[in-house]
């Protein structure tokens, strides 16, 4: 079984652009979470994702946002990129929400210059 | 709200040898789940064991166990007979079972180096 898969891998932006990564799940796991890694700031939760619905968000601002498909891929934004925002992304799946192990993607670098 | 503390940011072991990595948590719930993933460098994250907090029975994989105290809120793990492709980054984290949707919390994190 192929395992989570991230999309693009890497990616430098300009402060005030916005980005969009995506995120494609195990087969047939239907949740999805996404975490910001940074060397400060550890790993931190964005917001997790269950049948298209987000079912949890962090303490991160409005410009961070995210989706799920159908399919149970999923993608998240942010807009008006920051110096801050730089950062490893990554996105877990799971089989259902809540109590279910998360496995991890390889991650997005995102670098904001 | 759930903490997750690991209280050393870097360690290191012999090849062969066995090592104890130290992870504390705070919580007010009695049901949860407990993990430690390792991350290698410019590697994904990948899950080495987990724990129900139900289980008194210490989860085991491998070279890889775990010293479950619930009373005392901690949750170290062990590495025994180490080797060079265990050098990571391991994180420790807490899942409440008690509520379906929580989210994950993730402890710093200790680098581990492992020596030939």
């Known amino acids: 079984k192929a395992g989570v898969t991230q999309t693009p891998r890497y990616l430098i932006k300009t402060r005030g652009q916005q980005v969009t990564l995506s995120c494609s799940p195990i087969?047939?796991?239907?949740?999805v979470s996404w975490y910001q890694q940074t060397p400060g700031q550890g790993l931190q939760f964005l917001f997790e994702?269950?049948?298209?619905?987000?079912?949890n968000k962090g303490n991160f601002p409005g410009r961070f946002s995210g989706r799920q498909f159908s399919n149970s891929r999923s993608e998240m934004n942010v807009s008006t990129l920051e110096l801050g925002d730089s950062a490893l992304y990554l996105c877990?799946?799971?089989?259902?929400?809540?109590?279910?192990?998360?496995?991890f993607g390889p991650g997005t670098r995102l670098l904001v210059l | 709200a759930q903490t997750v503390t690991q209280s050393q940011p870097e360690m290191s072991v012999q090849e062969a040898e066995t090592v104890t990595l130290s992870c504390t948590y705070d919580?007010?719930?009695?049901?949860?789940?407990l993990f430690w993933y390792k991350q290698p460098p410019s590697r994904q994250m990948i899950l080495v064991i987990r724990?129900?907090?139900?289980?008194?029975q210490n989860a085991t994989e491998n070279r890889f166990s775990v010293n479950f105290q619930k009373a005392a809120k901690s949750f170290s793990l062990k590495i025994s007979d180490s080797q060079l492709g265990d050098a990571a980054m391991y994180f420790c984290a807490y899942r409440s079972a008690e509520t379906s949707y929580d989210k994950v919390i993730f402890g710093p994190g200790t680098s581990l180096s492992v020596i030939p």
């Open positions: 724990q129900e907090a139900y289980k008194q």
């Open positions: 919580t007010s719930e009695s049901d949860y789940y």
């Open positions: 087969s047939g796991h239907r949740s």
């Open positions: 877990a799946s799971s089989l259902s929400a809540g109590l279910e192990t998360q496995y």
């Open positions: 994702y269950f049948s298209e619905t987000q079912r």
